[in-house]
């Protein structure tokens, strides 16, 4: 089946740029989607195919994707973006929806 | 508000049964697909299962296939999970989730309203 990695954590400094990366075998030819879960509460869409994103979701949550590799970046990080991030395709082979293993995002 | 909830979860023996609700309101309840995903405490998610806006169609994870059942009930704008043999590693928070666009299948979009969750423990 269809496997999605990311990595566990990924730490940043307030007002830094925070990238988060979903790899995948030719994930550039499927659309991505990724949510925010804080902890307690249910996750929350931020980004959809590949690089929408949903109202009220600030300009500064962007997407791509492209080969291997789709990338969740969040510029001028603010403590209230800690949260786990993940990363959802459709495999179509398989017929299931898959969601990544999840990376917690730390601000420092 | 567009929001939906769950309900029905609880405590059961390995090898029970419970049936999972979810009401839908705000939005055409009939109109979009709808779907169950799971979250083991202190894991990530799991997507459950996922039906079509008219329920004819279904998709299931492996290890629920034969044991879960996804239904629903657009004239109650209310979406189902009958689960039966439960084992213990189906102990999880079960959300509710509805597609961004309607009428799309199979289910590649994305969840863009999710319940809190309904809470499923399977122990002796």
């Known amino acids: 089946s269809y496997v999605l990695t990311q990595p566990p954590s990924v730490s940043v400094a307030p007002g830094r740029t925070a990238r988060i990366t979903c790899g995948g075998n030719n994930i550039g030819s499927k659309s991505v989607h990724w949510y925010q879960q804080k902890p307690g509460q249910a996750p929350v869409l931020v980004i959809y195919y590949d690089s929408d994103r949903p109202s009220g979701i600030p300009e500064r949550f962007s997407g791509s994707n492209s080969g291997n590799t789709a990338t969740l970046t969040i510029s001028r990080v603010e403590a209230g973006d800690e949260a786990d991030y993940y990363c959802?395709?459709?495999?179509?082979?398989?017929?299931?929806?898959?969601f990544g293993g999840g990376t917690t995002l730390t601000v420092l | 508000e567009v929001q939906v909830l769950e309900s029905g979860g609880g405590l059961v023996q390995p090898g029970g049964s419970l049936r999972l609700s979810c009401a839908a309101s705000?939005?055409?309840?009939?109109?979009?697909?709808m779907n169950w995903v799971r979250q083991a405490p202190g894991k990530g998610l799991e997507w459950v299962s996922a039906i079509s806006d008219s329920g004819i169609s279904t998709y299931y994870i492996d290890s629920v296939k034969g044991r879960f059942t996804i239904s629903r009930d657009n004239s109650k704008n209310t979406l189902y999970l009958r689960m039966n043999i439960l084992r213990a590693e189906d102990t999880a928070l079960y959300y509710c989730?509805?597609?961004?666009?309607?009428?799309?299948?199979?289910?590649?979009?994305?969840?863009?309203?999710w319940g809190r969750g309904t809470m499923v423990t399977v122990s002796s």
């Open positions: 989730a509805k597609n961004i666009k309607g009428s799309s299948w199979p289910p590649h979009d994305a969840f863009d309203i």
């Open positions: 705000g939005f055409t309840f009939s109109t979009y697909t």
């Open positions: 959802q395709v459709w495999d179509g082979i398989s017929d299931h929806v898959v």
